[in-house]
């Protein structure tokens, strides 16, 4: 099993950028497909991106609309979610998830680990 843990969510002004950190541990999960979701109260989580393993990514083209870049740090056993211009409504829970089978998953059904998520607040 892999443990994900995410950090660097925060309060940040509209028009700001900020970077969002998954971590993981308990095993290298270098080949495994990462997404990141969003969730806010009473809506559905949705899909922003993911990251293979090879590095092919895959973004939501309504959700940030080409402002979040998304990376990996395999030595470090970590992914990035880098999010730029940042608008009240980008506000959410933003969740890491890891995908083992190399499904390159836009569904949350699709994820097989989840971290806690880590709240992403931007003020207008």
């Known amino acids: 099993q892999v443990q994900l843990v995410e950090s660097g969510g925060g309060l940040v002004k509209a028009g700001g950028s900020l970077r969002v950190t998954c971590s993981g541990s308990g095993r290298t999960f270098t080949f495994d497909t990462v997404g990141w979701f969003r969730q806010t109260p009473g809506k559905e989580r949705e899909f922003v991106g993911f990251i293979t393993g090879s590095g092919r990514k895959k973004y939501n083209s309504d959700s940030l609309k080409g402002r979040v870049i998304i990376s990996r740090d395999n030595a470090k056993n970590t992914v990035f979610l880098e999010m730029y211009s940042l608008k009240p409504e980008d506000t959410a829970v933003y969740y890491c998830?890891?995908?083992?089978?190399?499904?390159?998953?836009?569904?949350?059904?699709?994820?097989?680990?989840w971290g806690q998520g880590t709240q992403v607040t931007v003020s207008s």
């Open positions: 998830a890891a995908n083992s089978q190399g499904v390159d998953g836009t569904s949350p059904t699709e994820y097989d680990y």
